[in-house]
C-alpha cells in the first residue's frame, strides 16, 4: 500500500492561497505571518481594523499579502471577500477562521446582558459559520481540497465551563459542535476542518503579566509561556498536509492547563 509523502520541506504551504480571519493582530496576525514564512503563495488579511490590516500585509509583502475589510457577523461582505480573494489568486486552500471578541465585562447566568450576548454570539458564532460556509462552498465547486481551521479556546475544553464568562464559553464550545458537524459533511470532498484551542495568551487583549498571574501556577510546562506563535505553529500544522488524516479534531494549545484537576477560570 502507498505510504504518505512524509513532508520534509520547511515550505509547507508552498503555492496555497489562504485567508486568515482577525488577522489584523494577536493569533491571527501570528498565523498570516507563519503562512507567509511557509511559502504560501498569498495570504489575504480579514479584519475590520484597517490600518492595522493594512500595515501587516504591507509588512509581509504586497505581492504576496492584501488586506480586506470585512465584519464576519454579515454573510454579504463575507461572500464579497471570498469572491474577491477567487477573482484575485484564482483559489483558495486554507480558510483559518479566527475573528472573535471576549465578554466585555465577566458576568454569570443571574446578570446576563442579552445585548453584550448577541453581538458576542453574532461575531463568534455566525461569523465562524458564515466564513466556514462561504469557504468550503467555493472549495467544493471548485474540486479543491482545502484545509479549514477555527479558532475555539481552551475554555470549551473544560467540562467545568467557566465561573463568570458564560456567553464566551458557550461561543466557544458551539464552534467544537460546528467543527465536528461540517467535518462528517465536508470529508466526503476531502476537505478538512478542525479547531484550535489556545489557552490564555498575551495579544491586544491582555498581557503576559495578567495571564501569568491567573494561570501560570497551573500550567505543567513551568518554563514556557504561551506565544501566539505556538498558536500559529499549531494552525500551520491543521492548515498543512502535515495533519493529512486529521478532521473533526479540537487541538488544545494550553501547556497542561485545563487536564490540572479542580481549576476553575
Ligand atoms: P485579538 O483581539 O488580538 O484579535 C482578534 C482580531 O479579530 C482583531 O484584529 C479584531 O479586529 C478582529 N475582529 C473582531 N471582530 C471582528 C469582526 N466582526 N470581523 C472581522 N474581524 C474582527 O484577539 P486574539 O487573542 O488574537 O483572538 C483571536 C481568536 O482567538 C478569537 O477567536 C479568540 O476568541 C480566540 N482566543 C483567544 C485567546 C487569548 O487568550 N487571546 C484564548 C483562546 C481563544
Redesign the pocket.
Known sequence: MAQPEPVLSTRKLEGKVAIV??G?????EATARVFADHGARAVVI????DE?GRGVAESIGSQRCSYVH????DEEQVKGMIDWTIQKYGQLDIMFS?????SKSPQTILDLDVSQFDRLFE??VR?MAICVKHAARVMVERHIKGTIVC?A??IANNCRGSTNVTDYTMS?HAILGLVRSASQQLGTYGIRINSVL????P????TNEEIQKTFGPFTRLKDISLT?KHIADTVLFLASNDSAFVTGHDLVVDGGLISVPNLTI
Open positions: 480571519t482577525g489584523a493582530n494577536g493569533i491571527g480579514v479584519d475590520i481594523q492595522k470585512c465584519d464576519v457577523s479566527n475573528a472573535g471578541i471576549g461575531v463568534n461569523g479558532t479556546s481552551a466557544k489556545p489557552a490564555a495568551v495579544s491586544s487583549r491582555r501566539v
